[in-house]
């Protein structure tokens, strides 16, 4: 009985001819799972006379042998076209490949916060060049011209002219010059971009970095037009309830010239690390723009006057961000880099 049964089945998986995998998945269901015909036939085995025993043992063994390499070269022979068939055609089964979305530069997210916040007071966006000459880095701008922030500590300069030095731009105020000169008033801008200075590179100094100007050109613009534009964006950037001071500062192109503090963003106030305890934080200069540097440009300071202001892009997403590496904007390790937000446009 059983070796009419092996020699049946024998028969039975030597003319096996699969044409697809399906095939190949149906052999192991019928012959190779624990309820299949090989372990059926085992167990059948062990109910025969101890001399059916010695002869059928082997052809049983034989059996058992021949089912797992019909079955291992049958499936060998579909895996191989498969992966033909991937290589030729493409295998359109298969699930799609995913792929990692990057995700915005802290500095652009920051950036484009600030730009928003001033587009909706009307101000547009403009840009200038990042090589520039004195005339619009330094002598437009009311710096007299033994100034020491022309001093090469500063600046990189490019090339030597005379009397008009082309070098990278030390601050985005080149650009308040190049928009007034283009136009005539009102001016209402932002301007951002990316600045260069001649530092040591450490945590809290970087040989480039990023600011945005601001400028507000039009008859009749105070100092309280200042103070209240910025405190508007302070409340925006840094939510409601946010404090703001000024303390009297110098630059050549404002005056007066300030320098404003907020309320320090970690510790609300009370005094932390990044404040130095004293619950202040700088973010930004400003001032009434200059008579003089509204008349380098062609406008007639009698009948207009305005305010300016720039910041750094690096602090102010410092203190967003709890960054408190410089290094770490330009370093491009993804690390840093994938833990901020990613924009689907
Ligand atoms: N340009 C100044 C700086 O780089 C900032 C500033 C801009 C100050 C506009 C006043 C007005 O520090």
Redesign the pocket.
């Known amino acids: 009985m059983l070796q009419d049964k092996i020699k049946q089945f024998t028969e039975e998986i030597k003319g096996f001819a699969p044409t697809s995998a399906v095939d190949v998945e149906n052999f192991r269901l019928k012959f190779l799972v624990a309820k299949g015909i090989v372990k059926g036939l085992f167990e059948e085995f062990k109910t025969v006379s101890t001399e059916e025993k010695r002869t059928l043992g082997k052809v049983l063994n034989e059996f058992k042998l021949l089912a797992e390499k019909t079955y291992s070269d049958a499936q060998a022979q579909f895996a191989q076209t498969k992966k033909s068939l991937q290589r030729e055609e493409g295998d359109l089964t298969l699930p799609g490949e995913g792929f990692q979305l990057g995700s915005r530069h802290p500095l652009s997210l920051v950036r484009k916060e600030i730009v928003e916040i001033f587009k909706k007071l009307g101000f547009i966006v403009a840009e200038g060049p990042e090589i520039e000459d004195d005339w619009h880095n330094f002598s437009a701008l009311n710096f007299p011209p033994e100034h020491p922030a022309r001093d090469m500590q500063d600046t990189f300069f490019v090339e030597k002219k005379d009397g008009n030095d082309i070098a990278l731009r030390t601050?985005t105020?080149s650009v308040q010059v190049r928009l007034m000169e283009m136009g005539k008033p009102p001016f209402r801008a932002i301007m951002p971009g990316r600045v260069y200075r001649n530092e040591a590179i450490s945590a809290r100094a970087h040989c480039f970095f990023h600011?945005v100007?601001g400028l507000y050109v039009d008859e009749n613009v105070s100092f309280a037009d200042l103070k209240q534009t910025l405190f508007h964006f302070v409340q925006e950037l840094y939510g409601e309830g946010t404090k703001v001071r000024f303390r009297p500062s110098y630059?050549p192109?404002?005056e007066p010239?300030a320098e404003m503090d907020i309320s320090c963003t970690i510790c609300k106030g009370e005094g932390c690390q990044l404040c130095k305890n004293s619950g202040w934080v700088e973010i930004l200069?400003?001032?009434m723009v200059d008579p003089n540097v509204l008349e380098n440009c062609g406008i007639d300071s009698k009948k207009y006057s305005g305010f300016?202001?720039?910041m750094g892009i690096e602090r102010i997403t410092n203190l967003k961000y709890e960054i408190r590496d410089l290094r770490l904007f330009s370093e491009n390790d993804v690390r840093f880099l994938s833990q901020f937000e990613t924009e689907l446009v």
């Open positions: 601050h105020s600011q100007e630059f192109f404002t010239s200069g400003c001032g300016a202001f720039g």
